[in-house]
C-alpha cells in the first residue's frame, strides 16, 4: 500500500468581474501558494473535485493545471494523482511560458543566439 500524502489545497477566491481568465486565476493563486512555500510532493485535488469546490468547469481546472505543470511546479501522470514539484525551478526566464503567453505577435524582434540563429520575440 501506497505512503499517505497530504493535500494541498490553499484558499482560492475567484473574481468573475475580474477580465482575467478564470484558469489564470486559479493557475497565479496556486503558483503563488506554492512558491511560498508548500510542501514538495503534496497531493492536489483532483481536476474533478476543485472544480466541483470552485463552481467552474473541470476543463477550467485542468487548463490551470497544465500551466502549473508547463511551469514546472506540478507534475502527475494520467490517471494518479497531481502532485507539487519537488525541488521546484528557480525563478528565471521561462521562455516557453512568454511564448505560449503571447498568443499572437504585435511586432517581431529577430534576436540572435550565441551560435548565429535567429530567435523571434513578440514585443
Known amino acids: 500500500m501506497g505512503r499517505a500524502q497530504h493535500l494541498f489545497l490553499p484558499h482560492i477566491a475567484l473574481d468573475r468581474a475580474d477580465a482575467s481568465p478564470l484558469h489564470h486565476q486559479i493557475s497565479t493563486q496556486l503558483a503563488h501558494a506554492i512558491r511560498a512555500g508548500a510542501a514538495d510532493g503534496a497531493r492536489l485535488p483532483s481536476s474533478r473535485v476543485l472544480a466541483r469546490l470552485l463552481g467552474v468547469s473541470r476543463n477550467t481546472v485542468m487548463t490551470a493545471y497544465d500551466e502549473l505543470a508547463a511551469?514546472?511546479?506540478?507534475?502527475?501522470?494520467?490517471?494518479?494523482?497531481?502532485?507539487?514539484?519537488?525541488?521546484?525551478?528557480?525563478?528565471?526566464?521561462?521562455?516557453?511560458?512568454?511564448?505560449?503567453?503571447?498568443?499572437?505577435?504585435?511586432q517581431v524582434i529577430p534576436v540572435g543566439d550565441p551560435d548565429g540563429n535567429t530567435i523571434e520575440l513578440n514585443s
Open 71 to 106: 511551469d514546472g511546479l506540478i507534475g502527475g501522470r494520467q490517471r494518479a494523482s497531481t502532485m507539487v514539484t519537488p525541488h521546484r525551478q528557480s525563478e528565471t526566464l521561462d521562455l516557453p511560458r512568454l511564448i505560449r503567453d503571447a498568443q499572437f505577435p504585435a
